[in-house]
């Protein structure tokens, strides 16, 4: 298997003093920004993505938000080239750059700029981002999909065609040949998140583009998704394989499960509790309404596993550590039971590479130093070693 470590670099500083009526105010103004918390953050995350480069990592990724503490990367291809400055071997995936709300010329020629500083490094991942980044760009939500499909396909010209020209409902360009090109050819490798949304699914199966499915899916609903993914490749002529499953999932290495729960459990609860909904619209109805997703999103979900699914979607406010314990997402333990839990988790799902993460919630930069060291040392050989060689489709 291939492991990939996956950051979201949130704000460093604890901020539940902050909550009005539970909830973290939005916007949150300038004041309760500390610049030097930021600037020694990324330091630290640098120092750390340089360390899981000498530790044999496969990959690294990370991803795209605004306007919150929730992940300080507004720009992920301009934290991904400081880490190609500091890394030596693992890729770099972009998890991703938000097409509908940024001009895809510019992306192409950043994401070609990319692919020649890491020496063709770069995995490109694009998402449709979720509805705070609309807000505050003032993007028609339900525009989101279009913009997508017609970013997608300006790219895939800038990086293909010796010169291209295009019209199309947002973006028009004459005559652009961009300079420079991605070493990797005919085009960076793209993989794509998918949360629940079942046209995700279908582009995906359409461009043979790997997907991770369900950021917060109960395990039986990852199982609906891939089985809806293989599907739709199968319907465009491919076959699913296990490099065309990323399976996330979160890390904590300690003496014990008990252990694990008692000194991780806090910094994933604070995530959940304060961070993760900040600003958002995370309500599902609200989200129809706006455009942002159909009802047909959900139609693959087998009629059995919607209710806990829909559950779990709107119930992280409420989370527990004992809802943390039952999660098949938190892979915490000793080095044998992250090892095992996270091999019990690729068979069952056929998933060839593994994207975890290793600091959800802020934890001080020594714990994850720690966890990294351990998981480098004590868990990560035998994954690498691991083979995974079918996709269960049920």
Same mark, same amino acid.
């Given at each position: 298997m291939q492991v990939f470590g996956f950051d979201l670099l949130p704000y460093p500083e604890h901020l539940d003093h902050l909550k009005v009526d539970g909830e973290l105010p939005y916007p949150l103004p300038k004041r309760h920004f500390r610049p030097e918390s930021a600037v020694s953050n990324y330091k630290e995350h640098l120092d750390a993505w340089a360390l899981m480069d000498k530790l044999g990592f496969d990959g690294l990724g990370f991803n795209e938000h605004h306007t919150s503490p929730y992940g300080m990367m507004p720009s992920p291809n301009l934290i991904a080239a400081a880490a190609s400055q500091r890394t030596d071997r693992m890729k770099l995936l972009i998890y991703g750059n938000c097409l509908p709300i940024h001009e895809p010329l510019r992306l192409a020629e950043e994401l070609a700029m990319l692919d020649c500083l890491t020496d063709g490094r770069l995995i490109s991942?694009?998402?449709r981002g979720?509805?705070?980044?609309?807000v505050a760009y003032g993007v028609d939500q339900g525009e989101s999909r279009a913009r997508f499909q017609e970013a997608w396909e300006i790219i895939k010209l800038a990086w293909s065609e010796e010169v291209f020209s295009y019209k199309g409902d947002f973006w028009s360009y004459d005559d652009v040949a961009i300079w420079p090109r991605p070493v990797q050819q005919p085009r960076p490798p793209v993989w794509v998140p998918v949360t629940v949304s079942k046209e995700t699914i279908e582009w995906a199966g359409r461009e043979n583009i790997p997907i991770t499915p369900g950021a917060n899916?109960?395990?039986a609903v990852r199982q609906d998704m891939i089985r809806f993914y293989a599907e739709c490749l199968a319907k465009n002529g491919h076959t699913i394989t296990p490099d065309h499953v990323v399976l996330g999932a979160s890390v904590y290495v300690a003496d014990s499960r008990q252990q694990a729960m008692e000194e991780a459990g806090p910094y994933m609860l604070y995530f959940f509790h304060t961070l993760f909904s900040h600003g958002n619209v995370s309500n599902v109805a609200n989200q129809q309404r706006s455009g942002y997703r159909s009802e047909s999103d959900y139609d693959y979900i087998r009629p059995e596993n919607r209710e806990a699914f829909m559950g779990a979607l709107q119930g992280f406010?409420? @989370?527990t550590l004992e809802d943390l314990e039952r999660n098949e997402r938190v892979c915490w333990?000793?080095?044998e039971e992250v090892r095992d839990s996270l091999i019990?988790?690729?068979d069952t799902l056929g998933g060839g590479t593994l994207m975890l993460n290793f600091n959800q919630g802020a934890m001080p930069?020594? @714990?994850f130093v720690r966890n990294l060291q351990r998981f480098g040392e004590e868990v990560l050989p035998a994954l690498q070693a691991h083979q995974v060689t079918t996709v269960p489709i049920s």
């Open positions: 991942g694009f998402v979720i509805p705070r980044e609309y899916a109960t395990l406010r409420s @989370m333990g000793s080095p019990a988790l690729a930069h020594d @714990m």
